[in-house]
Each structure stands twice: as C-alpha cells, then as structure tokens.
C-alpha cells in the first residue's frame, strides 16, 4: 500500500469516528423512541460555538469544555424530550419530524442571533501533529477520533453490561414487556434523550478545532448522520459505528479522487442503493439498540 492510499485511509477512519458519534448518538433516540429528531444537528453546531466561546473567548482550557459542553446538551436534550418529544413519542414520525425541524429552525436562528452568520473556529487548540504507521496525522483529529470512538464503544458497552442500558434495551425492542416487568419507560426515554443529545454537543466539541463552526454546521452534518443510520441500519447501534467508519472512508477516497462535492455525494448515491437493494440497511432489522 503506497503512502497517499495509507493517508486517504487513516483520514476516513478518523472522520468516520465523528461521523459515528454524532449518527450513535441520532440512532440511539430514533432506536429506543422511534421518533426523528430533525434538531439533532443544532446540539452539534451550538456545542461548536460554545466550546470556541469558552476556550476562546472566557479561555477555559480545552478538556474542560470536552466536560461541560456535553453535560449542557445532555440537559438541553432533557429538556427537549420533557417538553415537546414525550407528547410525540407514539405519534406517526412525520409529526416528530415536523416538531423537531421547527425546534431546529429556532435554534438555528438563536445561534446566529448569539454568534452571528459566520465563521468561528480554535485553530491554535490541539496544533501539530503525530505520526501514526508512517503517516502524518493532525493532534486535533487524532484526539477527536480517539475520543469520539472511546465514547461511542463506552455507550455501547453501557447499553450491554449495565442495568440502566438493558432497561434501554429492553424499551426499544419491547417497551410493552418493559412496562409489565416494572421499568419506568418515561424514566428511560429521558435518559436516552439526554445521553444522545450529550453525544451530539460532544462531537460539537471535538470538530471545534478542526472544521469552521457556524449556525449551519448541524444542518450540514445532520444529513451525513441519517446517511450513516440508513446505510447501518436504523435502530442498530453498531451498525451505525460500522456504516460510519466505511462512509468515512468512502468520503475521503472519492473527495481525492472526484473532488470534494463529488466525495460528499458518494455517500447519498451509496444511501440511495441501500434504500433501493436493501432498505432494512447493512446490518439488516434483527440488530438493534
């Protein structure tokens, strides 16, 4: 394998990780809730800007904007789900879509009221760069890839060794049998709201020294994120960690290839096949949260 091959590859597994934690994150509520939160995007770009704000502007170290950034989304999502999502939950999608899109537009327009329409970004934070098999790798994404796979495999364990996670589980598959076994299914769609919203401000946080962050960054990602879930799997959590790291991959390879607008088209072309030839996704219905 000649070099530019090596770098191309380590440059779309290492975006695939975020694309991971933001689709994990966007996977987990549709799997345990089955609703469609359009606004998923926004806890990324605002965790975006507030992170260049903290370590910016207030100059908070880094690390500690990787702790607070995420825990405000987890409570933002809280109280999201507490307020609009828990009335949608056993509503047709299509509702849950329209509701989150409109949370999203007014979020969208908060941001820019905050932080105005253009760029903001932490060049200067996680600068340099580390050589990983033979290839020269930014620290900035080298931590947010490290991290951002660190969480995703962390919530994935969670959902199967822990109490909490089985509840979620068993919520998702059958949230009938949940209730007759005494789980209190409004206790754990809280928790998967909040935890997959805290999974969206964590990615906000880890792009923040990398890509340029603006109030459409969400949009921008959100797309890519339900391109990962369709390719995956809706509802299959790992899948949506497999089909990540393969459309990150596929992204970057076809960007060298056919340019950049061509390589982000590739990942819908590959979407719109799985919708064609196997519309369940990858990793088929059987696998779930």
Same mark, same amino acid.
């Given at each position: &394998?000649?070099?530019?091959?090596l770098?191309?590859?380590?440059?779309?597994?290492?975006?695939?990780?975020?694309?991971?934690?933001?689709?994990?994150?966007?996977?987990?509520?549709?799997?345990? &809730?089955?609703?469609?939160?359009?606004?998923?995007?926004?806890?990324?770009?605002?965790?975006?800007?507030?992170?260049?704000?903290?370590?910016?502007? *207030?100059?908070?170290?880094?690390?500690? *904007?990787?702790?607070?950034?995420?825990?405000?989304?987890?409570?933002?999502g809280?109280?999201?789900?507490?307020?609009?999502?828990?009335?949608?939950?056993?509503?047709?999608?299509?509702?849950?879509?329209?509701?989150?899109?409109?949370?999203?537009?007014?979020?969208?327009?908060?941001?820019?009221?905050?932080?105005?329409?253009?760029?903001?970004?932490?060049?200067?934070?996680?600068?340099?760069?580390?050589?990983?098999?033979?290839?020269d790798?930014?620290?900035?994404?080298?931590?947010?890839?490290?991290?951002?796979?660190?969480?995703?495999?962390?919530?994935?364990?969670?959902?199967?060794a822990?109490?909490?996670?089985?509840?979620?589980?068993?919520?998702?598959?059958?949230?009938?049998?949940?209730?007759?076994?005494?789980?209190?299914?409004?206790r754990?769609?809280n928790?998967?709201?909040?935890?997959?919203?805290? &999974?969206?401000?964590?990615?906000?946080?880890? &792009?923040?020294?990398?890509?340029a962050?603006?109030?459409?960054?969400?949009?921008?990602?959100?797309?890519?994120?339900?391109?990962?879930?369709?390719?995956?799997?809706?509802?299959?959590?790992?899948?949506?960690?497999?089909?990540?790291?393969?459309?990150?991959?596929?992204?970057?390879?076809?960007?060298?290839?056919?340019?950049?607008?061509?390589g982000? *088209?590739?990942?819908?072309?590959?979407?719109?096949?799985?919708?064609?030839?196997?519309?369940?996704?990858?990793?088929?219905?059987?696998?779930?949260?």
């Open positions: &394998m000649n070099v530019p091959v770098e191309l590859l380590v440059g779309g597994i290492l975006l695939g990780g975020l694309y991971a934690l933001m689709a994990g994150g966007l996977n987990l509520i549709f799997g345990v &809730m089955r609703v469609i939160n359009f606004a998923h995007g926004e806890f990324l770009a605002i965790g975006a800007l507030v992170t260049v704000s903290l370590v910016a502007g *207030a100059q908070m170290p880094y690390w500690a *904007a990787l702790l607070i950034v995420p825990a405000g989304a987890a409570l933002a809280l109280v999201l789900q507490k307020v609009v999502i828990r009335r949608l939950v056993d509503a047709p999608l299509i509702m849950s879509l329209l509701a989150t899109y409109a949370v999203s537009t007014v979020l969208v327009n908060v941001a820019i009221l905050i932080w105005g329409g253009g760029y903001r970004g932490l060049p200067g934070i996680l600068a340099g760069s580390v050589r990983v098999a033979g290839v790798v930014s620290q900035s994404r080298l931590v947010a890839f490290a991290v951002a796979v660190g969480t995703s495999l962390g919530v994935w364990i969670f959902l199967r822990t109490r909490t996670g089985r509840a979620i589980r068993s919520v998702a598959q059958a949230p009938e049998l949940a209730i007759i076994s005494g789980i209190s299914v409004e754990v769609r928790i998967t709201f909040a935890l997959g919203s805290a &999974m969206a401000g964590l990615a906000g946080v880890l &792009m923040a020294p990398t890509f962050s603006d109030a459409q960054l969400g949009s921008r990602f959100l797309i890519k994120a339900f391109a990962v879930i369709i390719v995956g799997g809706m509802g299959s959590y790992p899948g949506a960690i497999a089909a990540a790291m393969l459309l990150g991959i596929l992204e970057v390879f076809g960007g060298y290839a056919f340019g950049q607008v061509i982000s *088209a590739m990942l819908y072309l590959v979407m719109l096949a799985v919708l064609l030839i196997r519309p369940r996704g990858l990793f088929g219905a059987q696998v779930r949260v």
